[in-house]
């Protein structure tokens, strides 16, 4: 069965901390992952998009990494703002489903960044 | 530019209402979605469609109606609304098919049904 897995499902972290949440998938075959952040009362925004020859890629003080031998990947908050404050959320492409849309999503970690 | 607008953001409806939730968007995106976002669930896919006048069922679509009469709006409708529809439900739309494409996604519309 298809799946993603996020960890951990909430982390609580002091401003200016370091943190790096886990995204593990079953999903195959496999094209792409991203990373959503989506603030309270919003919708999901793209942080960044992973392709099964990419190991690492940065966007600001985000960095994702993805292992496809081992179906993992993770993201790394350097220097946490309060504004990281959010649930960031795996989603994993199943490429070749024949089912245009597929995209196959965790139940996302919930980050609060206190003071 | 407003991207991908839902309305409405709030509703509350009595078991067996009737109600429709509209998105909008203005990128000239082919694709667009409805999905539906629980405690401690990824979000799901109910409808999607591929092109004006097209639709198609996604992971979860029993109860549910949609229509694309135009190619910026995406209708979502519930016939006879029950407490399981209960949900914050997001449209989202990208330009080719999100396996490569970024998918926008609206504010989001929560429903109370009681």
């Known amino acids: 069965k298809n799946q993603v897995e996020q960890s951990p499902q909430s982390l609580i972290i002091l401003e200016g901390k370091n943190c790096t949440l886990q995204c593990n998938y079953t999903v195959s075959p496999f094209s792409n992952l991203r990373w959503y952040k989506q603030d309270t009362g919003r919708g999901p925004v793209s942080l960044t998009i992973m392709t099964f020859s990419e190991n690492t890629k940065s966007n600001g003080r985000y960095t994702a990494t993805l292992d496809a031998d081992t179906k993992q990947s993770s993201l790394h908050i350097t220097a946490s703002q309060l504004s990281d404050s959010a649930s960031y959320i795996c989603v994993v492409n199943n490429k070749g489903s024949g089912n245009t849309g597929k995209l196959i999503f965790g139940q996302g970690t919930t980050l609060q960044v206190k003071p | 530019n407003a991207g991908v607008t839902q309305t409405p953001k709030f509703r509350v409806l009595k078991t067996g209402q009737s109600m429709t939730l509209l998105c909008a968007q203005d990128m000239n995106h082919e694709y667009m979605y409805w999905y539906r976002q629980d405690p401690g669930m990824g979000l799901r896919l109910i409808h999607y469609?591929?092109?004006?006048?097209?639709?198609a069922k996604g992971e979860v679509p029993d109860g549910y109606n949609v229509s694309r009469l135009k190619k910026q709006n995406f209708l979502l409708g519930l016939e006879s609304a029950a407490p399981s529809q209960t949900s914050v439900y997001f449209c989202?739309?990208?330009?080719?098919?999100?396996?490569?494409?970024?998918?926008?996604f609206g504010q989001g519309t929560r429903l109370t049904v009681v």
């Open positions: 989202a739309s990208s330009y080719s098919l999100p396996t490569g494409s970024e998918a926008f």
């Open positions: 469609s591929v092109g004006e006048g097209t639709t």
